[in-house]
């Protein structure tokens, strides 16, 4: 039998809500009603606007969701349980952290404002516990089956943070609107989950049929049914209210739901939004001649038909509370809450209530169904008809609140001082990756287990097989490697353990990155530090550029290992070279970029990186122009193209040159009139070139970067400060080229897109001319490709002729 996870029992559910508790629960749903719509309301007409733009807020959105998260974190949740808000719903949920003491009036007051809480919960933003950012709908979601993933990794390879190692599991919950179901990246986390046995998930639909532009179209819900199901998640659906449900039992009930049923979405929106009267006059005309239904509405009414009808399961703190408690398992489960957008608000129904906002003549009707004093708006339990030292009194005995904090902080794990690897005549950096990862993985340092790679089923191709050979996949059923035990021939060790640490994924880039972003936040989620370090194909980031961006956001720590790179992958033609990936590393916060040529400067960097993801400084200092106290994650962009490998001592002025950015290969004479700088794989064509200048020209450096990314970042960052009157700042960069005479010109060349190192002509003022690849590529060999972009060895000859001579070029259009 195959060995499989063993996982903590599934705690008994509570006993069901006594009527006292559903009262505490109800007033607590209508304060953080009220304070969520008072918050944008603030925001929108109280607080001064002094640049004139729109604030928002989404009060309706926020409203439907307010029975949903009360019954949650009033009731449900447990401290080791983790949730990620729907973006609209933040005022609700800062309103919760408000009542239960984690967030401040001033930051409620600033809400959208410099300093206050965020517009959407961000982990990295907002003062108060976050537990995973969310903002570009869809990435919340699936961050949460990837977290339920990590906790797998972390439960099986026996880390909890219990002594016994019998934790309970908290359960990784994500709070959705319906219209977050069009984002593919949730059917990708699905589909992947569902191959690693996803466990210990739960997913709520808000399910109002309303989106931005409009109501969703029929029958999406059977639609959302059927795709969860076929990947084995249970469905519950939440309807129907107890009111509802009480309804229905009565003479006449069964009709009200057949009719209920066959409602189209938009027409129970639009009654919805007109009231009892519309109510009765639609029913009385649909239901004319059914005697029994005709008097169960007249016996209601406007007001208490108006309450039946939007009576949803959604809404109803009895039905909710009923439904989580009832999950006494912990295979995922998918809730399908029917909600009304703008629930209980003036907003309800209407078709144009994504963005809007109650007027004054609305809050203020508003302010007194709510029963708010004028002037107690801020406080918490105001207008509430149960005792403020109850509600305080059932706030501090919340499960989810019992334990204070939820951030942890993740030991650190000691990194070598030095990375073993083989630095053979000839090699590329992907070759020298593996390698490094290969001897890594045999060796007994306590870093290597706690790294876990992964791959979006490029494990392989991206050298990472030495590394799973030794580490082996991981997998919460142990499976065995079948080619082995068939005696098929085979390099590749395929077998899955609960040790393991190779997390094998599809070919889905979003995957991946939301993987990196769930591993490397376990130091702080789940307090036990894992490293991930994850390759691609380069020119395959953009398509998960958004979850690269989100794990980012979120100051998720990993190493991401692109390769290949660029038109240096000639055979391959433009859909496979990538040219503006550099850009894309410079450009991305809380991403280090590296481009090294050479293995050795490989080893140098990623040593360094091992460490720099770990660093959790609390100050965002610019005392080393990079913030490097606080730390952050790295990406290395690699190349398939072998080199000569320089056989060389590394200087500790040169290490440290490669960490911040660049080092002279060559250092400039004082009458030098040409640099040539370059970064990555175009190496030898630069060093070559840089020898065919120098037999008529004097003193020609060559200035090596490994990192136009921190280059440009720490020289942003001193001239900030001499702005702010450090006249002494200088930056590496500033460094390294006021050594250049102000006569020289620069040559600037990388298989990338030109702009990557153009810049650097404008830190001394000099001239500067930039060769790069600006288009897309296509097949051919490295030598047709490079002429053809112009970075090959003429190509930087003649650029450094027209530098300095003014000489006629082949290329009439310099």
């Known amino acids: 039998m195959p060995a499989t996870a063993t996982r903590p029992p599934v705690a008994a559910a509570p006993p069901p809500p006594d009527a006292t508790t559903l009262r505490v629960l109800k007033a607590l749903e209508q304060r953080v009603l009220w304070l969520a719509c008072w918050t944008i309301h603030n925001a929108n007409h109280i607080r001064p606007n002094l640049d004139g733009l729109k604030v928002g807020g989404h009060q309706a959105s926020s409203a439907s969701m307010v029975s949903l998260m009360t019954a949650l974190y009033f009731h449900v949740l447990r401290p080791e349980d983790r949730v990620a808000v729907k973006p609209h719903a933040s005022p609700v949920f800062h309103a919760i952290q408000y009542l239960l003491g984690h967030q401040t009036r001033d930051r409620l007051e600033n809400f959208r404002n410099f300093g206050g809480a965020q517009s959407y919960p961000s982990r990295t ?70 191959k690693h046995a996803l466990r210990n998930t739960w997913w709520i639909v808000d399910y109002n049929r309303q989106s931005l532009d409009g109501v969703v179209s029929e029958g999406l819900s059977d639609r959302i049914r059927a795709v969860f ?37 938009a027409l129970f929106s639009a009654l919805t ?47 909710l509370l009923e439904a989580f408690h009832g999950i006494d398992h912990d295979r995922p489960t998918c809730f399908i809450a029917y909600t009304i957008k703008g ?93 490094i990862m290969h001897d ?41 490697d079948v080619f082995r035990e068939q005696k098929v021939p085979s390099t590749q060790k395929w077998a899955k353990s609960l040790t393991g640490q190779h997390l094998e994924l599809g070919i889905a880039e979003n995957n991946l990155f939301t993987a990196l972003a769930a591993f490397g936040l376990s130091h702080s989620v789940f307090g036990q530090r894992i490293i991930p370090v994850g390759t691609v194909y380069d020119p395959f980031i953009a398509r998960g550029l958004d979850a690269l961006n989100y794990a980012c956001y979120q100051d998720a720590r990993f190493l991401l290992v692109a390769t290949p790179s660029g038109i240096t992958l000639a055979p391959e033609g433009g859909a496979h070279q990538s040219m503006n990936s550099p850009l894309i590393g410079m450009a991305q916060d809380g991403l280090a970029s590296f481009e090294p040529a050479y293995v050795d400067e490989l080893a140098e960097i990623m040593r360094w990186s091992f460490e720099y993801v770990q660093r959790e400084g609390d100050e965002e200092r610019e005392n080393t122009w990079l913030r490097d106290e606080k730390g952050g994650s790295v990406y290395l962009r690699l190349t398939t193209r072998q080199l ?14 490669m960490i911040q950015g660049a080092y002279w290969l060559r250092a400039p004479g004082p009458n030098c ?53 450090d006249r002494e700042a200088r ?39 930039p060769l790069g690849v600006e288009h897309f590529g296509q097949s051919g060999t490295i030598a047709q490709l490079y002429a053809h972009h112009h970075i090959d060895v003429q190509s930087i000859v003649d650029a450094a002729d027209c530098l300095t001579a003014g000489r006629p070029s082949r290329f009439r259009s310099w």
Request: glycine share 12%.
């Open 229 to 265: 199901r076929s990947l084995e998640w249970e469905v519950v659906e939440l309807k129907y209210g107890a009111l509802q449900q009480a309804a229905f039992a009565e003479p006449g009930g069964e009709a009200l739901k057949q009719w209920i049923d066959g409602c189209p979405n």
């Open 440 to 480: 890594l993985a045999g060796s007994q340092e306590p870093l290597a287990d706690r790294i876990i790679t992964t791959s979006p089923d490029v494990t392989v191709s991206t050298n990472l097989g030495g590394w799973v050979n030794r580490r082996g996949l991981f997998g919460t059923v142990e499976t065995t």
């Open 273 to 319: 939004w007109q009231g009892g009267t519309a109510w009765r006059a639609r029913l009385t005309a649909d239901l004319a001649g059914n005697n029994a239904a005709l008097d169960l509405i007249g016996r209601r009414s406007d007001a208490e038909l108006h309450t039946l009808m939007t009576n949803l399961g959604g809404h109803c703190l009895k039905s």
């Open 731 to 769: 930056s590496h960069i500033d460094t390294l080229m006021a050594q250049v005479p102000r006569h020289a010109g620069l040559v600037t060349v990388i298989d990338a897109h030109p702009a990557t190192l153009s810049w650097i002509g404008g830190v001394g003022g000099h001239a500067v001319h």
């Open 125 to 194: 933003k907002d003062k108060d516990d976050v537990d995973f950012s969310t903002g570009s709908v869809g990435m919340g979601v699936a961050m949460t089956a990837f977290a339920s993933l990590t906790q797998d990794y972390v439960h099986a390879h026996g880390w909890d943070r219990s002594a016994t190692g019998n934790a309970p599991k908290g359960r990784m919950i994500a709070l959705m609107g319906d219209a977050e179901l069009d984002e593919g990246n949730i059917f990708e986390a699905m589909q992947e989950g569902h």
């Open 673 to 725: 009139e040409v640099v040539v700088i370059y970064q990555g794989c175009i190496a030898p064509e630069a060093i070559e070139a840089a020898g065919r200048i120098a037999q008529d020209r004097r003193d020609v450096a060559v200035l090596a970067v490994t990192s136009a990314d921190r280059l440009c970042a720490a020289w942003h960052a001193a001239r900030r400060a001499r702005m702010r009157g």
């Open 644 to 657: 000569d490998q320089p056989q060389r001592t590394l200087t500790p002025e040169m290490v440290d040159g």
């Open 343 to 435: 629930y209980g608000t003036p907003l309800q129904g209407h078709k144009d209530n994504h963005a809007g906002l109650m007027n004054e003549a609305q809050m203020a009707g508003f302010r007194t169904a709510m029963g708010v004093p004028s002037g107690l708006e801020w406080e918490p339990f105001a207008g509430s008809d149960v005792a403020a030292t109850e509600l305080q009194r059932f706030l501090s005995a919340v499960p989810f609140n019992s334990r204070g904090t939820r951030r942890f902080r993740g030991d650190r794990i000691p990194v070598p001082a030095a990375l073993s690897y083989q630095n053979p005549e000839r090699a590329s950096t992907q070759e020298g990756f593996g390698r």
